[in-house]
């Protein structure tokens, strides 16, 4: 359901009866990875579209993506209604759509989303994050591709990113640069890769206490 327009964003939503069962998380990620898709073609155009046959404006969509319980039906007064939905579903898919500007991404979900759609899809496990307003971690993950249809320097970047941020978490810094810096000689543009070796210089500088739990606060909406 194409729910609304909001500036430059699209909302929408996936549910039964116009998703069958749990069939709404993997619907709404195969969505989003055709939308990628459909954006890398456009690019290609965009010379012939907008007569910039030079330095044509770069177009980049970021995605998030949630699954939860929300309230979902005809709401509004009697002179203005609409079929929506509302609740913390719906505004933590809003705070992981923004995220991507820290991760350099283009589709976070959640761990929801990851477990009901993980049949379909190929993901890695970014980070464990509480969302600016939220006390309650969050475990994110970016949407990579279809399943079974990475390329094999994708697989490799996944593993090494796996194992990086496994070493992150025991706080072996060593270690973990060593993994994430292995990512970047795979894909010298890999964003995760790049915030999480800068997160390791300044955890170095200032460490986190013995019982840290990996988890990282974020205050930008």
């Not at 913390?88 to 759509?97: G, K, Q």
């Amino acid at each position: 359901m194409i729910d609304k327009y909001i500036g430059d964003a699209v909302m929408a939503f996936w549910t039964p009866p116009f998703s069958a069962g749990d069939a709404h998380a993997s619907d709404a990620c195969l969505a989003a990875l055709a939308q990628q898709e459909a954006i890398v073609a456009l690019r290609a155009q965009l010379p012939e579209i907008t007569g910039m046959r030079r330095s044509p404006p770069t177009l980049v969509i970021r995605m998030g993506i949630a699954t939860g319980e929300a309230v979902v039906g005809t709401i509004g007064s009697e002179a203005a209604r609409s079929y929506t939905v509302i609740g913390d579903t719906v505004n933590l898919a809003s705070r992981l759509e923004s995220i991507n500007k820290i991760y350099d991404t283009s589709i976070i979900l959640s761990e929801e989303t990851f477990r009901l759609a993980q049949q379909v899809i190929e993901a890695r496990e970014l980070d464990l994050i509480t969302v600016a307003g939220k006390t309650e971690p969050v475990r994110i993950y970016e949407a990579m591709g279809h399943a079974g249809e990475l390329k094999p320097e994708q697989s490799a970047l996944r593993d090494r990113f796996a194992c990086g941020l496994a070493a992150y978490r025991r706080q072996d810094w060593d270690e973990a640069q060593t993994h994430f810096e292995s990512c970047l000689g795979t894909n010298m543009e890999d964003g995760p890769s790049q915030l999480f070796l800068k997160r390791i210089a300044l955890l170095r500088n200032t460490p986190p206490p013995a019982d840290w739990n990996g988890i990282w606060h974020l205050s930008e909406k």
